[in-house]
């Protein structure tokens, strides 16, 4: 069983509608979560961090935390075509474990 | 304050040579890990320094290592490349190492290709 398990998409929303993207994990030790975007040819880039249940809130995302469900999901709100990327969640115990990513199109 | 930089940017290889790849953290930062990055695989996680010292390991062979000097500043070495180590090796930069409260910025990315 992967670490961190992500739904690879492709996912397309019309612009201005909410994006979704959803991930689990395995290892109930885990302490610390992230999301990062990567568009392609580039890096990951670090758009939230999330250490207990609940929402965080920045800007147009949220991230959301249930640690009895070992879940965790981002939603972006007002979605743009800029948002077109693909997203990685990342959960850390001892290490970074990265999910396959999902590719979300943002359509105008 | 200047990010992660990774150099080269580009490397071609031939089966069988060595390579070594550069990363500077972010001033001040102590962690820096790398990861191999493809597209069937997503991130794999190969070894973490922390001080000098190499504080975790993936699951890659012996052909794979890496080290970091004094000033944070890490390096990774991969000998008798093999045609699947094609990849975009990141490297990521943490204040803390990573089994601390910590958040992690990755470089631009060492784009080997292997022929």
């Known amino acids: 069983q992967k670490e961190v398990e992500q739904n690879s998409g492709p996912l397309s929303v019309p612009e201005g509608a909410i994006a979704s993207l959803n991930c689990t994990y395995s290892d109930r030790v885990s302490q610390s979560f992230f999301w990062y975007r990567q568009y392609s040819g580039k890096s990951p880039e670090l758009i939230m961090s999330i250490y207990s249940n609940g929402d965080k809130e920045d800007g147009r995302f949220t991230a959301q935390l249930n640690k009895a469900s070992q879940y965790v999901s981002l939603l972006i709100r007002d979605s743009q075509p800029s948002d077109s990327a693909t997203y990685l969640c990342a959960v850390k115990s001892n290490q970074f474990y990265f999910g396959t990513g999902t590719s979300l199109t943002v359509i105008p | 304050k200047a990010g992660v930089t990774q150099t080269p940017r580009y490397l071609i290889k031939t089966r069988g040579q060595q390579v070594t790849l550069s990363c500077s953290p972010i001033?001040?930062?102590?962690?820096v890990s790398w990861y191999q990055q493809t597209p069937g695989q997503g991130l794999q996680f190969l070894f973490e320094y922390f001080s000098e010292t190499q504080r975790n390991k993936g699951n890659f062979p012996g052909r794979f290592s890496g080290r970091q000097f004094s000033n944070s500043r890490s390096e990774m070495n991969v000998s008798t490349l093999e045609l699947g180590d094609s990849a975009l090796y990141l490297c990521?930069?943490?204040?803390?190492?990573?089994?601390?409260?910590?958040?992690?910025?990755f470089g631009q990315g060492t784009r080997l290709t292997v022929v």
């Open positions: 001033s001040g930062h102590r962690s």
């Open positions: 990521a930069s943490s204040l803390l190492p990573t089994s601390g409260n910590t958040e992690a910025f």
